[in-house]
């Protein structure tokens, strides 16, 4: 559940392959050696500045690892570096480009989208006056490459696609 635009967003449970894409994403991450003090997390919470009735649980999120140790249930999205949705084979197109919204207006500095319908990625960044300056679109086999502090490449060859079908 999440309150997007004021609006209430509901999700099915995810999938095992949608569970997949996010597992190889976060030990990627991992792996790659994020910058001291920041790690990835998951069912974890953004407030929208200053309406803290307004939120966003991405698939995935890096922030301070202070996180752990935060007694809040709402992370600032100053404080997110990158987030990551992986879209569910229900959601539509509208659903999506309202989250990139609200991820934009929040000022989080980059936002990962996974396709696994399609087997296609979108990486949103330098947001500016609640859109996203650079948007670069992509498909698995592609790698996609982090902007800082990150800075790290992240493989997409061997993300599940839903249905098993890559297109």
Do not use: C
């Not at 609006?7 to 790659?32: C, Y």
């Not at 910058?35 to 009735?53: H, M, N, Q, R, W």
């Not at 600032?76 to 879209?87: H, I, T």
């Amino acid at each position: 559940m999440q309150i997007v635009g004021g609006k209430l967003v509901m999700s099915p449970t995810p999938r095992g392959k949608h569970a997949g894409v996010i597992r190889r994403l976060r030990r990627q991450l991992e792996a790659a050696g994020m910058p001291g003090g920041l790690d990835a997390y998951e069912v974890s919470s953004i407030a929208l500045p200053d309406d803290p009735d307004d939120y966003v649980t991405p698939d995935l999120v890096v922030l301070p690892t202070e996180w752990e140790e935060d007694d809040n249930w709402l992370a600032d999205p100053r404080d997110a570096v990158l987030a990551v949705e992986v879209v569910s084979p229900s959601e539509k197109s509208r659903e999506i480009r309202d989250k990139a919204d609200w991820y934009a207006v929040a000022q989080v500095p980059a936002l990962l989208v996974v396709d696994p319908r399609k087997s296609t990625w979108t990486l949103h960044s330098r947001p500016d006056n609640g859109a996203y300056r650079d948007v670069l679109s992509g498909k698995f086999g592609d790698v996609v490459r982090l902007p800082g502090p990150l800075g790290v490449e992240i493989a997409t060859d061997g993300l599940p696609s839903y249905g098993g079908v890559r297109e």
